[in-house]
């Protein structure tokens, strides 16, 4: 089985930088992603880590420690509409299922 | 790229009343398809996933099926719906990456 946890919530302001962190637990981890959801939308994809290290794509960033069981998404120059819940998921090896996390609401102030 | 197609996009049902919820992808042959419920304010649960027309597997106990009758079409059905059946309801693609259709909120009255 596995274990994700993410922060319930966060707030950050327009124009600055946010972290936020996933943990995993897994029997044979395969790959971890990130999934951006709006409100009363479906997720959308942001990034995928399969190797330790940094994935960068514009102003999102995506780190990946597998020994530490261990996944951050980084939000750089944050905009109002980037409000919306973040979700992190994993992959184990042996299927093709996602697991996700319940997420984490972010709400960007002016 | 693929696309996936779900319809429709709210629903209101009564208790006891039947459902049906379409899933149909474009721009891909044999994917592994999923269903998966959103109850508000909760993560995404994992209900049904497909490798194949006719192979279902099921997640979780519970009051829905699903079938696949053909290749690119993954069906999501109850007989007899109950108030816990409510929530945002997404059919899922893994052919590159997981893609998620638009959803369908159903709503158990």
């Known amino acids: 089985g596995q274990n994700i946890d993410q922060p319930t919530e966060m707030t950050a302001t327009e124009g600055a930088i946010v972290q936020i962190n996933c943990t995993y637990q897994?029997?044979?981890?395969?790959?971890l992603f990130w999934y951006q959801q709006h409100a009363g939308e479906a997720p959308t994809f942001l990034s995928y880590n399969v190797l330790d290290g940094l994935e960068e794509k514009g102003r999102f960033s995506s780190f990946l420690s597998r020994s530490k069981g261990y996944s951050y998404l980084l939000l750089k120059e944050l905009q109002m509409k980037d409000s919306a819940s973040y979700l992190c998921a994993v992959k184990d090896f042996g299927n093709e299922k996602l697991t996700f996390g319940t997420g984490t609401r972010l709400t960007i102030i002016p | 790229s693929q696309t996936i197609h779900q319809w429709p996009a709210t629903l209101v049902q009564p208790v006891g009343s039947p459902l049906s919820l379409e899933c149909t992808v474009e721009?891909?042959?044999?994917?592994?398809l999923y269903w998966y419920r959103q109850a508000a304010g909760r993560g995404l649960q994992l209900l049904f996933y497909s490798v194949g027309i006719g192979q279902i597997s099921s997640e979780v106990p519970q009051n829905l099926s699903a079938s696949r009758p053909q290749d690119r079409q993954f069906i999501l059905s109850s007989k007899k719906l109950l108030l816990s059946d409510s929530g945002f309801y997404l059919c899922a693609s893994d052919r590159i990456s997981y893609t998620f259709g638009s959803g369908t909120r159903l709503t158990v009255v």
């Open positions: 897994t029997s044979g981890f395969n790959g």
């Open positions: 721009g891909t042959s044999n994917p592994n």
